[in-house]
């Protein structure tokens, strides 16, 4: 199964900032040089920072600490220690952050290069330079640097597409994807051939671009947890409008797309809100004399009847998704 992470739990630790120096002028001629002892550097901070190259979470390791750099200490002659490295954990647009001890949420890092601080980095401590005063000429102490800030992540990626793919097993969701977009998911004769969410790009010649979602074959039960769909349902939060993938060979359409519909609803309504269309697709596989009655079986005049394995009515889906998405800023 191909490897894809949508949740995952890290320990972040930001840097601890710089010992302060202690330390006295030493110069020829200047037996009793004061006190020049500098300040620490400040501990990195730890940020979390969405980035569009990224798809899933797979590059993170649960069993890791991610640690920002300490500051240096300081030393004589006044010289401050420099600040410790910030440390910036790259993820997916789409991913929240929430704390894991309180479930607080942090951030929601939806836009590219949008970013949060999950962990502040220590102050430096004093050298002893600052503690001097006309009642202590000599202080010889200094400050330890304050420890970083350490806490537990959760990071929850959901996917931000502009359509969604929805459809039982094995509906052809796949092949149309890797029709209208430049993704090539695995596309295969037995249900569940999508184990993974995919993503594509729709490009108009307009200038403008959709992002495209295809989850995995949603089946009855989808929302506690049977088959495959409740893991990915949470994929399609973010969709402006959804394609409803019905197999056309199938007996009873109309139940299969009030089953879809039921399991969606029953996860969020909002996704049942949500402007939408009706695929038919393996037209290719029936007698189209038959294809009234289907089409009239669904009581709704959304419905696009195609085959995307040999393209006929394919044609005809750009300017839906257009039609869709003026839909969802109207």
């Given at each position: 199964?191909?490897?894809?992470?949508?949740?995952?739990?890290?320990?972040?630790?930001?840097?601890?900032?710089?010992?302060?120096?202690?330390?006295?002028?030493?110069?020829?001629?200047?037996?009793?040089?004061?006190?020049?002892g500098?300040?620490?550097?400040?501990?990195?901070?730890?940020?979390?920072?969405?980035?569009?190259?990224?798809?899933?979470?797979?590059?993170?390791?649960?069993?890791?600490?991610?640690?920002?750099?300490?500051?240096?200490?300081?030393?004589?002659?006044?010289?401050?220690?420099?600040?410790?490295?910030?440390?910036?954990?790259?993820?997916?647009?789409?991913?929240?952050?929430?704390?894991?001890?309180?479930?607080?949420?942090?951030?929601?890092?939806?836009?590219?290069?949008?970013?949060?601080?999950?962990?502040?980095?220590?102050?430096?401590?004093?050298?002893?330079?600052?503690?001097?005063?006309?009642?202590?000429?000599?202080?010889r102490?200094?400050?330890?640097?304050?420890?970083g800030?350490?806490?537990?992540?959760?990071?929850?990626?959901?996917?931000?597409?502009?359509?969604?793919?929805?459809?039982?097993?094995?509906?052809?969701?796949?092949?149309?994807?890797?029709?209208?977009?430049?993704?090539?998911?695995?596309?295969?004769?037995?249900?569940?051939?999508?184990?993974?969410?995919?993503?594509?790009?729709?490009?108009?010649?307009?200038?403008?671009?959709?992002?495209?979602?295809?989850?995995?074959?949603?089946?009855?039960?989808?929302?506690?947890?049977?088959?495959?769909?409740?893991?990915?349902?949470?994929?399609?939060?973010?969709?402006?409008?959804?394609?409803?993938?019905?197999?056309?060979?199938?007996?009873?359409?109309?139940?299969?797309?009030?089953?879809?519909?039921?399991?969606?609803?029953t996860?969020?309504?909002?996704?049942?809100s949500?402007?939408?269309?009706?695929?038919?697709?393996?037209?290719?596989?029936?007698?189209k004399?038959?294809?009234?009655?289907?089409?009239?079986?669904?009581?709704?005049?959304?419905?696009?009847?195609?085959?995307?394995?040999?393209?006929?009515?394919?044609?005809?889906?750009?300017?839906?998704?257009?039609?869709?998405?003026?839909?969802?800023?109207?």
């Open positions: 199964m191909p490897k894809f992470t949508d949740t995952i739990s890290i320990r972040v630790k930001a840097g601890s900032g710089g010992k302060g120096s202690v330390s006295f002028h030493r110069e020829k001629f200047i037996p009793k040089g004061g006190p020049d500098g300040d620490g550097g400040k501990g990195g901070d730890l940020y979390v920072q969405a980035d569009i190259k990224l798809y899933n979470l797979s590059h993170l390791f649960k069993d890791r600490i991610y640690r920002a750099d300490n500051g240096k200490q300081g030393a004589g002659n006044n010289r401050h220690g420099g600040d410790g490295a910030d440390l910036i954990i790259k993820v997916p647009p789409g991913t929240q952050v929430v704390d894991a001890e309180t479930g607080q949420m942090m951030a929601d890092l939806t836009a590219d290069a949008s970013r949060c601080m999950v962990a502040e980095g220590g102050i430096g401590g004093k050298g002893n330079a600052f503690f001097k005063s006309s009642t202590n000429q000599t202080p102490f200094s400050q330890p640097g304050m420890p800030q350490e806490r537990r992540i959760t990071l929850d990626l959901k996917l931000i597409a502009d359509i969604g793919l929805v459809g039982l097993p094995n509906a052809g969701k796949s092949t149309i994807l890797s029709r209208i977009t430049n993704a090539r998911p695995k596309i295969a004769d037995y249900p569940f051939t999508t184990l993974i969410p995919n993503l594509g790009v729709i490009r108009r010649e307009s200038g403008s671009a959709y992002r495209v979602a295809d989850i995995p074959g949603i089946i009855e039960g989808a929302h506690r947890g049977q088959g495959l769909g409740l893991s990915f349902l949470q994929h399609i939060e973010r969709v402006k409008a959804l394609l409803f993938v019905l197999d056309v060979t199938l007996d009873d359409l109309d139940y299969n797309l009030k089953l879809l519909r039921s399991e969606l609803d996860y969020s309504g909002d996704l049942t949500k402007p939408y269309y009706i695929i038919l697709n393996k037209i290719d596989l029936i007698d004399s038959v294809l009234p009655e289907k089409i009239n079986g669904l009581h709704d005049a959304r419905v696009l009847p195609l085959s995307a394995l040999t393209g006929e009515n394919m044609d005809r889906l750009p300017e839906i998704l257009d039609s869709l998405m003026e839909l969802k800023r109207a």
